[in-house]
T-cell receptor, first 110, second 116 residues
Framework: GEDVEQSLFLSVREGDSSVINCTYT??????LYWYKQEPGAGLQLLTYIFSNMDMKQDQRLTVLLNKKDKHLSLRIADTQTGDSAIYFC??????????FGPGTRLSVLP | GAVVSQHPSRVICKSGTSVKIECRSL??????MFWYRQFPKQSLMLMAT?????????EQGVEKDKFLINHASLTLSTLTVTSAHPEDSSFYICSVIEQGKNQPQHFGDGTRLSIL
C-alpha cells in the first residue's frame, strides 16, 4: 500500500542546518514534494523533485532523493526562526492522488 | 482506516451546474478544514481555510461567491462550486486538523471535477 512516513518533531538552533527526512513506499511515484505549513495556515509548496533526479537545490533548500532506499530529505541551511513550521513530504504518481506524510514540526531555538 | 472522507471522488457535469463537495472528518472533531485545488500538472494550491461556525478565509484570487464554503459542524465542511464552467475543472482536495491540535493534517482523497 501507499505510506509516507516522517518523524513528527525536530528541534534545531538558529543558524544550524535542519534535515527533515521522509520515507515512502511507492517506487512508481513520479514527483515528490515538500510543503510547509505555518501556524493557522494551509500548505505552501516549498519545492519538489522529479523521481529521475537525485538532488535539487533552491537557495537555502536542498532536496536529496535516494530511490533505492525510497528516502527523501529536505535540508534547510542557516535555519531561522521564521522557518519554524510543519513540513510535509508528499508523493504523487501521474493521474493519481497525492499521498502526504504526517508532517514534521520544526522548532528553531534562539 | 480513512480519517477523512471526501465525496464525491469524481464529478462530470455540464457547464452552469453547481457542484457540492463534502469533506467529513471521521475520527475526530475538526475546528479547521482546508480546501485545496490542483490544476493539471501543477501542485496543490490553498483556496480557503474553513472555520467551524464562522466565515471561511479565502486566499487571494479565490472568489468567495464562486466557491461557497460551509463548515456547519465539527465534522463536515462543504465546498460548492457555483455555476461551474470548464475552467473550474480541476482536482479539489480537503484536509482536516483535529480540534486543539496543529498536526498531523489529514487529507481527503480528493474530488476530480470535470465540467463539459
Amino acid at each position: 500500500g501507499e505510506d509516507v512516513e516522517q518523524s513528527l518533531f525536530l528541534s534545531v538552533r538558529e543558524g544550524d542546518s535542519s534535515v527533515i527526512n521522509c520515507t515512502y513506499t511507492d517506487s512508481s511515484s513520479t514527483y515528490l514534494y515538500w510543503y510547509k505549513q505555518e501556524p493557522g495556515a494551509g500548505l505552501q509548496l516549498l519545492t519538489y523533485i522529479f523521481s529521475n533526479m537525485d538532488m535539487k537545490q533552491d537557495q537555502r533548500l536542498t532536496v536529496l532523493l535516494n530511490k533505492k532506499d525510497k528516502h527523501l530529505s529536505l535540508r534547510i541551511a542557516d535555519t531561522q526562526t521564521g522557518d519554524s513550521a510543519i513540513y510535509f513530504c508528499a508523493e504523487k504518481k501521474y493521474g493519481q492522488n497525492f499521498v502526504f506524510g504526517p508532517g514534521t514540526r520544526l522548532s528553531v531555538l534562539p | 482506516g480513512a480519517v477523512v472522507s471526501q465525496h464525491p471522488s469524481r464529478v462530470i457535469c455540464k457547464s452552469g451546474t453547481s457542484v457540492k463537495i463534502e469533506c467529513r472528518s471521521l475520527d475526530f472533531q475538526a475546528t479547521t478544514m482546508f480546501w485545496y485545488r490542483q490544476f493539471p500538472k501543477q501542485s496543490l494550491m490553498l483556496m480557503a481555510t474553513s472555520n467551524e461556525g464562522s466565515k471561511a478565509t479565502y486566499e487571494q484570487g479565490v472568489e468567495k461567491d464562486k466557491f461557497l464554503i460551509n463548515h456547519a459542524s465539527l465534522t463536515l465542511s462543504t465546498l460548492t462550486v457555483t455555476s461551474a464552467h470548464p475552467e473550474d475543472s480541476s482536482f479539489y482536495i480537503c484536509s482536516v486538523i483535529e480540534q486543539g491540535k496543529n498536526q498531523p493534517q489529514h487529507f481527503g482523497d480528493g474530488t476530480r471535477l470535470s465540467i463539459l
